[in-house]
């Protein structure tokens, strides 16, 4: 009897481990520390591999290099349940030196920046690269409102399970603080 329960058991606990690999997100690897996709006062595009989205984001911020930032990023490819990608597309540029809240349009993911620094307002204009999958993506979309919480804090923030995803970003700009 107890071959038969092992028999019967064992690829429900195959199946199940299979399945947990596609919900959980394991660390994400940016690199070593001093791998940044820019550098201060510096453009720079990012676009994960196909089939990817952005995951993870990583900042620090050095008001001595300009009031910026040096940005790195995580990929991973979405979630199966999303389908293949169906397009991949440039949102409009978010200009420096203002505030703005951007979200993919079309239901899309966030899979690339692109950015470039303007010393005259000592701030970046963003562009997002979006991709939209062949299965809708779920909307309980929320903003997250912890990271950072002031404009100098440095910045770590990863999304841990799978079908959470990242849609969009949100700035505030200062003239005082730049």
């Keep these: 009897m107890d071959i038969f329960l092992l028999c019967v058991f064992l690829p429900l606990v195959t199946v199940a481990w299979g399945q947990y690999s596609d919900y959980y997100y394991g660390p994400h690897n940016y690199g070593d520390n001093d791998e940044w996709v820019n550098v201060y006062r510096q453009g720079f595009n990012f676009q994960c591999p196909h089939g990817q989205v952005i995951v993870a984001i990583r900042s620090v911020f050095s008001k001595k290099e300009g009031s910026d930032r040096l940005w790195n990023y995580a990929c991973m490819p979405a979630s199966q349940s999303l ?38 307002v000592l701030d970046r204009e963003w562009q997002f690269y ?5 299965r809708r993506c ?36 200062s003239a005082v603080h730049r």
């Design 130 to 134: 979006c991709c939209r999958y062949s």
């Design 83 to 120: 389908g293949e990608p169906t397009e991949c597309w440039w949102e409009e540029i978010n200009r420096a030196g203002t505030e703005w809240y951007q979200t993919c349009s079309n239901n899309g993911l966030v899979a690339g920046f692109q950015s470039q620094y303007f010393p005259s």
């Design 138 to 173: 779920p909307y309980s979309c929320w903003l997250t409102t912890e990271y950072p919480g002031h404009y100098g804090e440095d910045m770590d923030m990863m999304m841990y399970t799978y079908d959470y995803y990242i849609r969009g970003a949100t700035t505030t700009f």
